[in-house]
């Protein structure tokens, strides 16, 4: 069964930092693509980023390019959203999402696997 897990949300004054965790586990990921997705209530759920996992390339909304990076451990199975530089306007909850496959989905129906998502609030 393959299962990812979320951590790390939490409240952060803007302009801060924050890094979440995504722990996978069930299969090997190599074949596939790790994103990340926010969603605020009433909303669509939206493309943050992603990485492929056999080469660590990666791929970032506009809204996100240059404040967040995502990275990942083999060893550890597991995959970063290291936020900074938050800005209200990224209060969310976040979820990541594994995709099969090396070329970069940005749809959500695209990734077959979620986690329950964790929620970030940055305040003013």
């Known amino acids: 069964q393959v299962l990812l897990v979320e951590s790390g949300g939490g409240l952060v004054q803007a302009g801060g930092s924050l890094r979440l965790s995504c722990a996978a586990s069930?299969?090997?990921?190599?074949?596939?693509?790790m994103g990340w997705f926010r969603q605020v209530p009433g909303k669509e759920r939206d493309f943050v980023g992603a990485?492929?996992?056999?080469?660590?390339?990666?791929y970032y909304a506009d809204s996100v390019k240059g404040r967040f990076t995502i990275s990942r451990d083999n060893a550890k199975n597991t995959v970063y959203l290291q936020m900074n530089s938050l800005k209200p306007e990224d209060t969310a909850s976040y979820y990541c999402?594994?995709?099969?496959?090396?070329?970069?989905?940005?749809?959500?129906?695209?990734?077959?696997?979620w986690g329950p998502g964790t929620q970030v609030t940055v305040s003013s």
């Open positions: 990485i492929r996992w056999s080469t660590g390339s990666t």
């Open positions: 069930g299969r090997t990921f190599s074949g596939y693509v």
């Open positions: 999402a594994a995709a099969a496959g090396v070329i970069i989905p940005t749809a959500p129906a695209r990734y077959k696997t």
